[in-house]
Nanobody, 120 residues
Framework: QVQLVESGGGLMQPGGSMRLSCAAS????????MTWYRQVPGKQRELVAGITSGGSTSYADAVKGRFTISRDNAKNTAYLQMNSLKPEDTAVYYC??????????????WGQGTQVTVSS
């Protein structure tokens, strides 16, 4: 019912900046909240940042002061601005959407992920 597509990943040197995008699409839905996660092979998926439709935000301690989550409700798109990138930020970044769909069901949808690599 809700499809998510992440984009903006790639290779960046330490100290650099990148912006990830997560675009939601579907026939009829209403986003409750969108959240960014990241995962490194062999480790648990980690919550990075979240934002509600009303604009309330939250961040993991590891990214506070460096990452900023935002959204464009008209475009059903969430963004993750990543500054002062560190090698430990390297991971696959996933977008999650908590949403109401036309069938009056609350669903949780995941994108395919986008690779972010921070290396010299």
């Amino acid at each position: 019912q809700v499809q998510l597509v992440e984009s903006g990943g790639g290779l960046m040197q330490p100290g650099g900046s990148m912006r990830l995008s997560c675009a939601a699409s579907g026939s009829s839905f209403s986003i409750i909240a969108m959240t960014w996660y990241r995962q490194v092979p062999g480790k648990q998926r980690e919550l990075v940042a979240g934002i509600t439709s009303g604009g309330s935000t939250s961040y993991a301690d590891a990214v506070k002061g460096r990452f900023t989550i935002s959204r464009d409700n008209a475009k059903n798109t969430a963004y993750l601005q990543m500054n002062s990138l560190k090698p430990e930020d390297t991971a696959v970044y996933y977008c999650n959407a908590d949403a109401w769909v036309a069938t009056m069901r609350r669903v949780s949808s995941w994108g395919q992920g986008t690779q972010v690599t921070v290396s010299s």
